[in-house]
């Protein structure tokens, strides 16, 4: 059958592709490219003694008789390089502190603007515009400020060649105002705030935008076409700033918190600490963090994990967040800088019995002491960045009826991470490298199974050419590990490497070893701009390669290529605004040279000129030998998938935006399967008031579903089920803004998941292709899970049952006032509650109705910050 679809969609596609072909540009895509990277433009901003006000209205004496208005933007989407529909004019002035910036943004229909307010960095919501400036000049890097037309900040970084870092804030002044023709943008931007090389004159890259959010219409003072392979390397240049005199930026933002637990034994915490930032130079800035609090944090999303895989969540604590880009080393899914790992939940839990009337006390997190980071780039190209890490030594408490005892559960550990990257060829060139270092001070006993040190080093590089059309890259690493036979043991048995599977003959596991090492990396390359772009990939990581002490690692032991070509037009033409057809194919070996996956899909993604939006995804696994499934077990053949994917999304633009998505799976063996959709409402209630709710429902069949071992014989037996899997989950935000620097935020997460076992198999076979010859039925029987041969696989009368019931809510309410540039008073409720029923809820809005009997754990928190310069 999917050869059917495939052969449709070949056809499909070359029909779609002469109907939207658009003859009307002189231009092509790749010349249109070449036209703007080479073509230059500049503005000249003018020294002022007349300071404006920052107000938004731009009628101080500054803006009237200092400088020049330029205009002339020119539109980006959705029809490129025409004129746009509303012009905008631009001036900048500087003295010695700071940069001045005034935008009047025209429309005649003022009436039909979007003066939306959200979050600070949401750029997807309102009328926006703002400023990019390249201030080191390196064609890369770039610090950007813009306001929307309700008066809210986004400021963010640019990072290579499409890469932009919005957890970067800075702290500047930006004020809006809205007349009878054009609405007005005014910034005061600190030079402290940017970096930028000390000298007398400067020239640094500059890119002006403008967004009409009911158009959907986007100009820019110099065209950076929408097939370019890059952005900053495309800026314009703003001259005309000298004689800045360097002054050294010394921020301190001291903190003071109090929580309140009612449910806990210690209802109250308080907490005192101090965040800043020194620069070291006009180019370096160090920041600094000492007993850091994240309790205004949002929770992580809910997740009932039944791979052997470890979940990936994203960063979400500002000191992590803010200018991490610069230390970021990722290859595929893995990274060697995973800054969830610092502060992490303790690694020990130790044992405590309930029914003995004890109870436990440990933290959710070890304890940040302190944190360094020192970031930046010379004016020579050479991008620097250092992170230190110290983590308190943790302990927890087992009360019980007599006593309280203290157990060690982390030891004191120190993190360490090294970034440097060279830029050569104005930036057509970088070589770089990174070390991580991880130190335990282990001296409790109970902690032996941590590893004591690791170390990892990496290199790469990249080379692009023709206006970075095409590229190279390639990057490579080491990881070296040492810790007792205990850590390394364990370290060889964990789902990353299962160095005792026993088919592996190529891995040997060995319990006397006190280090663990290996190797990693990948080649790549491609063509990135054009309607026909493309890549390919190479990537390895050897056994004993490991990241997971301050990186991330999914797998080790495999060797994967990648290719993909994909077909672009973003020229309108009928009801078309822009589409793309992409064909991807993809193997994996194992080290072994085990062929463990082959796969290939067909991506089409449109867009129409009512800015809906539809996606359809094909996708054909050939072939999975699973060396993960079975926890260190022998490979399984799991048999071919069809996976068939449809999303559908109403423009974003308007007050209402509905999206709805449709997952089909089916396996060839005719069992295992997956059916699920998600449906996502955005709801803009007012200018100030927004609602958004996902919801998504998945209902599962797993003919391999990993349960357990069982030694028979003196030799591991694994025992699979067919799982029935239901999942529900919703998430509701509700944003209201009572000015850009006063908001209040609700999240709620309800999340539950439901599995019941139909039948049990033992593995006989575990790489046959035929399903009777892999598995042997296994039968229960008076309570016990029997073979044909009477040898009992687990008993449910004293193991219990293997279906299961996971229910759990997470919510948070904050109220935030920035009550002064950079500094912020928050008050926080956390709620979370979770539990495993002991019975199994067959119907998964029962399931979801008994969330309200768990458990409920609360947070109330008031946290006061001040920033302040030196």
């Known amino acids: 059958m999917l050869h059917k679809i495939y052969l449709t969609l070949f056809f499909g596609v070359c029909l779609f592709n002469l109907y939207a072909q658009d003859l009307d540009y002189s231009l092509s895509d790749d010349s249109l490219v070449n036209h703007y990277a080479s073509m230059k433009r500049a503005y000249y901003a003018t020294r002022t003694e007349l300071v404006p006000k920052i107000d938004g209205k731009l009628d101080d004496e500054c803006w009237q008789k200092v400088g020049y208005w330029d205009g002339g933007f020119i539109q980006q989407q959705p029809r490129q390089a025409k004129p746009p529909s509303q012009e905008t004019e631009i001036k900048i002035l500087y003295d010695d502190k700071y940069l001045y910036f005034a935008i009047v943004a025209y429309d005649n229909e003022p009436e039909k603007m979007?003066?939306?307010?959200?979050?600070?960095?949401?750029?997807?919501?309102?009328?926006?515009?703002?400023?990019?400036?390249?201030?080191?000049n390196d064609k890369q890097t770039a610090f950007e400020f813009n306001l929307t037309s309700a008066g809210q900040k986004v400021d963010l970084m640019h990072m290579g060649e499409y890469g932009w870092d919005f957890n970067w804030n800075a702290v500047w002044d930006g004020k809006t105002s809205v007349g009878d023709s054009a609405w007005y943008a005014e910034m005061r931007v600190p030079f402290t705030q940017i970096r930028f090389a000390n000298k007398e004159e400067h020239i640094w890259g500059m890119h002006i935008w403008r967004y009409i959010y009911r158009l959907s219409e986007e100009s820019q003072w110099k065209l950076?076409?929408?097939?370019?392979?890059?952005?900053?390397y495309i800026f314009g240049e703003l001259r005309g700033i000298k004689d800045i005199p360097y002054k050294r930026n010394f921020e301190v933002m001291p903190y003071g918190s109090a929580k309140y637990l009612p449910e806990a034994s210690d209802k109250w915490k308080n907490g005192f600490g101090v965040d800043g930032k020194i620069g070291v130079t006009s180019n370096f800035t160090l920041d600094y963090t000492f007993n850091p609090d994240f309790g205004q944090v949002e929770a992580d999303p809910s997740e009932l994990n039944l791979t052997s895989y470890e979940i990936f969540y994203d960063e979400k604590r500002p000191f992590f967040l803010e200018g991490n880009s610069i230390l970021e080393y990722n290859s595929g899914n893995d990274m060697l800088f995973y800054t969830r790992r610092i502060g992490h939940a303790p690694s020990f839990e130790p044992d405590y019995s309930e029914e003995d009337g004890e109870n436990m006390s440990t933290p959710d997190n070890t304890t940040i002491i302190n944190a360094l980071k020192l970031t930046g780039k010379n004016r020579k190209g050479l991008s620097v960045g250092f992170v230190n890490s110290?983590?308190?030594?943790?302990?927890?408490?087992?009360?019980?009826?007599?006593?309280?005892?203290?157990?060690?559960?982390?030891?004191?550990?120190?993190?360490?991470?090294?970034?440097?990257?060279?830029?050569?060829?104005?930036?057509?060139?970088?070589?770089?490298?990174?070390?991580?270092?991880?130190?335990?001070?282990?001296?409790?006993?109970?902690?032996?199974?941590?590893?004591?040190?690791?170390?990892?080093?990496?290199?790469?590089?990249?080379?692009?050419?023709?206006?970075?059309?095409?590229?190279?890259?390639?990057?490579?690493?080491?990881?070296?590990?040492?810790?007792?036979?205990?850590?390394?043991?364990?370290?060889?048995r964990n789902s990353r490497h299962y160095y005792q599977r026993e088919d592996a003959d190529h891995l040997e596991y060995d319990p006397t070893k006190t280090n663990l090492s290996g190797w990693g990396g990948e080649v790549a390359g491609g063509k990135r701009s054009g309607k026909f772009v493309y890549s390919g990939e190479l990537e390895w990581r050897s056994p004993g390669v490991d990241l997971n002490d301050v990186g991330y690692l999914r797998q080790a032991d495999y060797i994967a290529e990648d290719f993909d070509v994909q077909y672009r037009v973003n020229k309108p033409r009928g009801i078309l605004l822009n589409y793309s057809v992409k064909l991807s194919q993809g193997h994996k070996w194992s080290y072994g040279g085990e062929n463990i996956w082959d796969d290939m899909d067909v991506y089409i993604k449109i867009r129409f000129k009512n800015y809906w939006r539809f996606n359809f995804l094909v996708d054909r696994v050939f072939n999975e030998i699973n060396t993960r499934e079975l926890r260190g077990g022998p490979s399984l053949r799991i048999d071919g998938t069809n996976t068939v994917r449809v999303s559908l999304q109403t423009n974003s633009q308007k007050n209402l935006m509905l999206a709805l998505n449709k997952n089909?799976?089916?396996?060839?063996?005719?069992?295992?399967?997956?059916?699920?959709?998600?449906?996502?409402?955005?709801?803009?209630?007012?200018?100030?008031?927004?609602?958004?709710?996902?919801?998504?429902?998945?209902?599962?069949?797993?003919?391999?579903?990993?349960?357990?071992?069982?030694?028979?014989?003196?030799?591991?037996?694994?025992?699979?089920?067919?799982?029935?899997?239901?999942?529900?989950?919703?998430?509701?935000?509700?944003?209201?803004?009572?000015?850009?620097?006063?908001?209040?935020?609700?999240?709620?997460?309800?999340?539950?998941?439901?599995?019941?076992?139909?039948?049990?198999?033992?593995?006989?076979?575990?790489?046959?292709?035929?399903?009777?010859?892999?598995?042997?039925?296994?039968?229960?029987?008076g309570g016990l899970l029997m073979d044909e041969n009477n040898n009992v696989y687990h008993d449910f009368n004293d193991e219990g049952s293997f279906d299961f019931t996971f229910q759990e809510f997470r919510?948070?309410?904050?109220?935030?006032?920035?009550?002064?540039?950079?500094?912020?008073?928050?008050?926080?409720?956390?709620?979370?509650?979770?539990?495993?029923?002991?019975?199994?809820?067959?119907?998964?809005?029962?399931?979801?109705?008994?969330?309200?009997k768990a458990k409920s754990e609360n947070a109330f928190m008031i946290k006061l910050s001040y920033w302040f310069s030196l």
């Open 114 to 136: 979007s003066p939306l307010l959200g979050p600070r960095d949401d750029y997807t919501v309102g009328d926006i515009a703002g400023i990019a400036l390249d201030s080191y």
């Open 390 to 492: 110290v983590t308190a030594r943790e302990e927890a408490t087992i009360t019980t009826a007599n006593d309280k005892i203290t157990e060690a559960v982390e030891p004191f550990t120190n993190y360490t991470i090294g970034r440097v990257k060279q830029d050569l060829n104005n930036g057509s060139t970088v070589l770089g490298g990174i070390f991580t270092s991880t130190i335990r001070n282990i001296k409790d006993e109970n902690l032996e199974f941590l590893t004591g040190n690791s170390l990892v080093g990496g290199l790469d590089f990249e080379h692009n050419w023709q206006n970075r059309k095409y590229y190279v890259a390639a990057k490579s690493f080491v990881s070296n590990i040492n810790g007792s036979e205990t850590s390394i043991a364990r370290l060889q």
């Open 224 to 232: 950076i076409p929408i097939d370019a392979p890059a952005m900053v």
């Open 811 to 852: 919510s948070n309410f904050v109220a935030r006032w920035e009550y002064k540039t950079g500094s912020t008073l928050y008050f926080v409720w956390t709620n979370n509650r979770w539990q495993y029923p002991d019975e199994y809820s067959t119907s998964i809005f029962d399931a979801l109705k008994g969330i309200k």
């Open 664 to 781: 089909y799976i089916r396996n060839d063996d005719n069992i295992s399967k997956e059916d699920s959709y998600s449906f996502l409402v955005n709801w803009q209630v007012s200018n100030r008031f927004l609602l958004s709710t996902e919801s998504v429902f998945a209902n599962e069949n797993n003919n391999n579903q990993f349960l357990r071992y069982k030694s028979i014989d003196n030799k591991r037996k694994y025992v699979v089920g067919l799982l029935d899997r239901q999942t529900f989950y919703t998430t509701l935000r509700a944003e209201y803004f009572i000015t850009p620097e006063l908001s209040l935020q609700y999240y709620g997460s309800p999340y539950v998941s439901t599995g019941q076992f139909l039948d049990y198999r033992k593995v006989v076979d575990s790489k046959s292709y035929d399903l009777t010859e892999r598995y042997e039925d296994l039968t229960v029987d």
